[in-house]
């Protein structure tokens, strides 16, 4: 089954101590990218990838730090976490712009919720 | 940056009825998306419209597009509980000169539909 999976699920963690939340998807895609839902602010966009070793900042990417050194995965680093982390974080893949004919849209992970105390 | 703004943010409805979400954005699109959230769950794609198109459906939902008002309306025909969701627009763009393609989501429509 085509499909991104991130891991974990939900995790509560300290103030300060680093982490790394999981993405992975199994449809070769080249785009990868990074967001965070909040209540009243929709979905922001953290990072993104357009391929492998190809990265640049979205809208929110201060305290993030992300890596694409194989196409399948694209693992979101904090750090230091703070509290206004706390969010729920979504991972999603498409395939590279240009191949309109067959573009779908976006395919998103289940999301993390991540809680930092 | 924040694309879309969605109206209304919250929508209640009766099963059967329709219901209308519309999407305003502010810069020029390659295509644009809706999406379906249930409740603290993954997006769904649901359909996409592409910049020369006006109208697309699919299934019980029809997608509308005005790029010259730069605004778009979800249409969800004959609705049922199982549609109670949040309901997000998205806007496909291009990044400058990068050939980088950026989706950005407006806040959400949330629907609920009673039986």
């Known amino acids: 089954e085509a499909q991104v999976t991130q891991n974990p699920r939900y995790l509560i963690t300290v103030t300060g101590k680093k982490l790394t939340v999981t993405c992975s998807q199994n449809?070769?895609?080249?785009?990868m990218s990074w967001y965070r839902q909040d209540p009243g602010l929709g979905l922001r966009q953290i990072y993104y990838?357009?391929?492998?070793?190809?990265?640049d900042k979205g809208d929110v990417p201060e305290g993030y730090k992300v890596s694409r050194k194989e196409k399948r995965n694209f693992p979101l680093i904090l750090e230091s976490p703070s509290p206004n982390q706390t969010s729920l974080y979504f991972c999603?893949?498409?395939?590279?712009?240009?191949?309109?004919?067959?573009?779908?849209?976006?395919?998103f992970g289940s999301g993390t919720r991540l809680t930092v105390v | 940056s924040q694309q879309g703004e969605e109206d209304p943010q919250a929508l209640s409805i009766q099963e059967g009825e329709n219901a209308t979400m519309n999407c305003s954005y502010k810069?020029?699109?390659?295509?644009l998306q809706w999406y379906r959230q249930n409740s603290g769950r993954g997006l769904v794609h649901l359909i996409l419209?592409?910049?020369?198109?006006r109208e697309k459906h699919s299934g019980r939902l029809r997608v509308t597009l005005d790029t010259s008002k730069k605004s778009s309306s979800l249409l969800i025909t004959a609705s049922r509980a199982a549609d109670t969701a949040s309901y997000f627009c998205?806007?496909?763009?291009?990044?400058?000169?990068?050939?980088?393609?950026?989706?950005?989501f407006g806040t959400g429509t949330r629907l609920l539909v009673s039986p």
């Open positions: 999603a893949s498409r395939r590279r712009p240009g191949q309109p004919s067959d573009f779908r849209g976006y395919t």
């Open positions: 810069t020029s699109i390659n295509n």
């Open positions: 990838s357009m391929n492998v070793e190809v990265t």
């Open positions: 998205a806007t496909d763009a291009g990044v400058g000169n990068t050939g980088f393609q950026k989706l950005v």
């Open positions: 419209i592409r910049s020369n198109e």
């Open positions: 449809m070769n895609h080249e785009y």
